[in-house]
């Protein structure tokens, strides 16, 4: 239902051009993608985490426009330096990757490659350690593998019928918002481990298939368009760890293991989840304490002069493999979608 409306939402932006007149006013200076796996469409019709994936023609397609267009293409660094030295004469984007996924190696960076565009990777270490628990993924395997499946819901054992496609769409979206709707992030852990058990569901094995190891993340490092990013030890939900020192550990860590990896000291950090119930001003602070020069969220906006002030709390648009269409982009890019999202207010960092 949503989704119908936001896409409505952008066509009749796009149609109307009224993102065309609203570009100056609300286009900001410049604007960071999101982008997860990057891979072939699969088959199949339950791929509830599909809106985390584009296919190389779509990527191809962005990079062929912003490696021909009037905007900037830049690094993280260089979104620092025109923050600090308020140099904005042109529009810029910025494209960030998050987790680490083998797919990107495989698929993204070539075309990276081919177009000479930089790009920024944002690393959560357990994943090349091989201790990630990808449990996005994991839930998705157990509704798929099942026909019925038994959860504990506060307390109780309840039981679900996921046979149909349909069925299977409405557990997971039900379950992934119990999840996510927990205090702890420990509590979410136990649920899915819990979950992985009863239904055979090894969650070890989605971090060894999906993610890179850390030989394949130092040969990209190497290269001088990448940039690697922390992303905390364990992808954790920030905001739902009850204790500042293990906020403060994830974050700090991460960049300690990646420079230990890397031989380099990364300067920036992406937020787990990142959106406003999974990063706020206790974690915003912490990162900046930390002297990271730039932290993003997944909170949906543009950039403007303003978030100089706001380094570690900036927002992102993310590439949605929902909206796989061109011009859902271009509105998305012009500010005018994110703003109407916002209520008109520039920096959403509270
Ligand atoms: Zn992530």
């Known amino acids: 239902m949503r989704k119908t409306i936001i896409r409505s939402g952008m066509e009749t932006l796009y149609f109307s051009g009224m993102h065309q007149l609203m570009r100056p006013l609300l286009g900001g200076v410049g604007v960071i993608l999101t982008l997860h796996h990057v891979r072939p469409a699969r088959r199949g019709a339950f791929q509830p985490n599909r809106l985390l994936e584009i296919t190389p023609e779509f990527l191809e397609e962005l990079l062929y426009k912003l490696k021909g267009g009037h905007l900037d293409v830049i690094t993280l660094d260089e979104i620092h330096r025109r923050f600090i030295t308020g140099e904005f004469k042109r529009r810029f984007v910025c494209l960030t990757f998050d987790d680490g996924y083998k797919d990107f190696k495989l698929w993204a960076y070539p075309l990276l490659r081919k177009y000479e565009l930089p790009f920024a990777l944002y690393i959560a270490t357990s994943f090349p350690d091989r201790l990630g628990e990808l449990w996005w993924i994991a839930v998705e395997a157990v509704i798929a593998q099942n026909s019925r499946i038994g959860l504990l819901v506060d307390g109780k054992e309840q039981f679900f019928t996921c046979g149909m496609v349909s069925e299977k769409r409405e557990l997971y979206n039900a379950v992934y918002g119990y999840l996510r709707s927990m205090k702890t992030e420990d509590e979410l852990r136990a649920v899915v481990r819990d979950l992985c058990a009863r239904y055979r569901v090894d969650i070890a094995t989605f971090c060894q298939e999906l993610c890179m190891d850390w030989q394949e993340i130092v040969e990209l490092a190497a290269d001088p368009l990448a940039t690697i990013g922390a992303h905390t030890i364990n992808h954790k939900i920030l905001k739902k760890l009850p204790d500042e020192a293990a906020v403060r550990a994830e974050m700090a860590m991460s960049r300690s293991v990646l420079e230990a990896a890397l031989g380099k000291r990364p300067d920036h950090l992406a937020y787990p989840v990142g959106d406003a119930t999974s990063a706020g001003p206790r974690e ?36 949605n493999g929902e909206f796989q269409q061109q011009r859902y982009l271009k509105v998305l890019m012009s500010g005018a979608a994110t703003a109407m999202w916002n209520g008109f207010r520039r920096v959403n960092a509270a």
């Open 284 to 319: 915003f602070r912490i990162a900046s304490e930390l002297g990271f020069k730039t932290a993003v969220t997944t909170r949906p906006g543009v950039l403007f002069k303003v978030h100089r002030d706001h380094l570690t709390a900036l927002p992102r648009i993310s590439v």
